[in-house]
């Protein structure tokens, strides 16, 4: 059922929901959904996502009158990292994911702004994200499910969650490839390949390990400090969590391995040919003397004079040969 009340549209507006609890139904407002239309009293919390592209969003914000400043500079900073701030009931903060492309989804990380105030949830992002997407789609599916705001701050992070599983068991094919190449017979060098699977792994687990911290300390605060409902959603939120930050330091730990195994192979392979090369410099070596010898403009030179000199002096190269392989032998090189 859309409403129509007049008034300015929401700068910035990516969509915005009024959802009733009781009712366990969510209503969707359209595109030029006004600033009445979110205020409008019901029964029920109003979900609000908007994009930081428009530079008319923090003045909006500020014009909401129930929105305090500090919350306000949250919701529009773009600053990256994450951060969850508990004050007089309210929750907000910034958290990561990731973002999507107009045809695909990346592993790029993004930054999703959020605000619990009374009965409103605000968030803001500059790009198109991937779990916030999921969110809404999760909220047109099943309504029933969300029946306060922190419910759709949940939803979030669920959503956040899922996205890492997936992400981790693509890594985790990414390195079974590598690895079936490096166990290999054939040597390959595979860190060009192995490093930007690192390179995320290592950034999914330091935001991952970030926002677990900051869900802990959360949780600790007062109870006067947390809005209704946050104590028992941040004990599902961490136990999801934790269980997905095992998985990523398994994955870390791997990879890992898997780069001092190439290292290891690369070593092996680099000393084996320089053991070949002071093979060849130490069988080398004595001809090397025998012909310097013979190549020295001095008078009274053997073979200088007479007949199958050429032919006695390369016997001396071939003899030195063998003596140098003897040595070699004798003293357990070859």
């Given at each position: ?218 949780s600790a605060s007062d109870d ?106 004798r003293a357990r090189i070859l």
């Amino acid at each position: 059922m859309t409403i129509n009340l007049s008034g300015p549209t929401i700068p910035g507006i990516v969509w915005a929901y009024r959802c009733h609890g009781e009712e366990r139904s969510c209503t969707r407002l359209p595109p030029d959904a006004t600033h009445d239309q979110i205020m409008l009293p019901f029964d029920g919390f109003v979900w609000l996502h908007l994009s930081l592209a428009d530079q008319r969003v923090p003045a909006f914000l500020e014009s909401l009158g129930t929105v305090p400043a500090d919350v306000v500079a949250a919701l529009t900073t773009h600053e990256t990292h994450a951060s969850i701030t508990l004050d007089e009931q309210k929750i907000y903060g910034t958290l990561v994911d990731f973002q999507r492309e107009f045809d695909s989804e990346t592993r790029d990380i993004g930054w999703l702004h959020y605000a619990v105030v009374d009965r409103m949830i605000i968030t803001t992002r500059l790009q198109p994200l991937r779990s916030i997407d999921r969110v809404r789609a999760s909220l047109e599916k099943n309504p029933g499910r969300c029946r306060q705001p922190i419910d759709i701050f949940e939803l979030i992070v669920i959503e956040f969650q899922r996205t890492l599983i997936s992400l981790v068991m693509e890594l985790t094919e990414e390195l079974n490839q590598i690895e079936d190449i490096v166990y290999d017979v054939d040597a390959r060098d595979e860190r060009r390949r192995l490093a930007p699977v690192r390179r995320t792994i290592v950034r999914l687990h330091r935001h991952l390990r970030t926002i677990l911290t900051l869900m802990r300390r959360a949780s600790a605060s007062d109870d006067d400090e947390m809005p209704p409902g946050f104590d028992d959603t941040a004990s599902r939120l961490m136990a999801r969590l934790e269980s997905v930050d095992y998985d990523v330091y398994a994955l870390q730990e791997r990879a890992r391995l898997l780069h001092e195994e190439i290292d290891s192979k690369l070593s092996s392979e680099t000393n084996r040919h320089l053991y070949i090369l002071s093979l060849m410099t130490a069988f080398l070596l004595p001809p090397s003397l025998v012909t310097g010898f013979f190549g020295m403009n001095t008078s009274d030179l053997p073979f200088a004079h007479g007949v199958g000199g050429t032919t006695l002096a390369f016997g001396f190269i071939v003899l030195s040969v063998l003596c140098a392989w003897w040595i070699l032998r004798r003293a357990r090189i070859l």
